[in-house]
């Protein structure tokens, strides 16, 4: 089913959703644990099934409350199962294009399911606490400077913006005078940044400068001529565990991802072969392993 046409399905059952379902309403029953919330033809739909439908629904239907788009997503789903019905009592299923779709399909979810299983298993909040205390041990904060800078076009005038600094201008007011920078407005105020943040030629004549101190002399970059006045110094503070968490969760689940495969991949036998020329084309190369060459 394609995209626009499952669209298509949800648009119908869910703009309308006064109308009564095309079923009769009962009692749920329990279909194990999982109430069954209709039927279609003998046929149950869960509440398993609509919580489902519901939780992958697109912005902004995934906004609304469930109460309200009941009926609606109730709608979907026996329609889905009437088509599928359709299709079965047609034979579809035995189509072998369709067959390789459903086993492609079958292999996808069984898959998924496997990875979510391991990923479930291996990764828990004391892990990934984990995980974060080694981020912090191996990566120790880094240090920030405050700067503020007057950007000149040539060395003539940094030098004369910074002799007027040094005979007891305020930085800020030379800096919104003479600099040509975009943060003249701002009085050159360039905020906290690490070392890795500017230029080199910038970054080594900040860091080398304390607190309240101004560089000796203009230092040039790719930018042009600046003078250099650094406010103060800090070490960065680290993300916390709840601003670093999903990124930790990203990155745990990467690594469980490749070591599953790569397990696997220890006791398999893949097999490749010569990839077939289709309609007496020019073949392609062979996707097996090539023969080392001998010397």
């Known amino acids: 089913m394609t995209h626009l046409f499952r669209a298509a399905l949800i648009a119908t059952s869910l703009a309308v959703l006064a109308p009564a379902l095309p079923l009769q309403a009962q009692t749920a029953k329990a279909e194990g644990d999982d109430p069954v919330v209709a039927r279609v033809n003998g046929q149950p739909i869960t509440r398993s099934a609509v919580l489902g439908f519901y939780s992958q629904l697109p912005a902004p239907m995934n ?88 950007l000149s076009a040539s060395e003539a005038d940094a030098q004369a913006a910074l002799d007027e600094v040094k005979k007891g201008a305020d930085f800020s007011e030379v800096s919104r005078k003479r600099s040509t920078g975009p943060t003249a407005a701002t009085g050159g105020d360039l905020g906290f940044f690490t070392k890795d943040k500017m230029v080199p030629e910038f970054a080594e004549a900040a860091f080398k400068l304390q607190a309240g101190q101004v560089s000796d002399k203009p230092v040039k970059s790719q930018f042009g001529w600046h003078v250099i006045k650094v406010e103060a110094r800090r070490k960065a503070e680290p993300p916390s565990f709840a601003d670093a968490r999903e990124q930790i969760y990203e990155i745990m689940t990467q690594e469980v991802v490749e070591k599953t495969v790569a397990d696997l991949r220890k006791d398999a036998k893949i097999e490749t072969y010569d990839w077939p020329a289709a309609g007496g084309g020019r073949q392609l190369p062979t996707l097996a392993p090539a023969e080392p060459k001998k010397k």
Not at 74 to 90: P, S, W, Y
Not at 95 to 117: G, I, M, T, W
């Open 63 to 150: 906004q609304i409350p469930l109460e309200q788009i009941l009926p609606g997503l109730i709608n979907e789903l026996a329609a889905r199962k009437l088509i599928g019905m359709a299709a079965e009592k047609t034979k579809l299923d035995a189509d072998p294009a369709v067959k390789a779709r459903l086993q492609s399909a079958r292999e996808q979810v069984l898959q998924n399911a496997y990875l979510e299983k391991r990923v479930n298993t291996e990764i828990t909040e004391a892990t990934m606490k984990a995980r974060y205390e080694k981020m912090l041990k191996d990566q120790p904060p880094q240090e920030e400077v405050h700067a503020r800078h007057i």
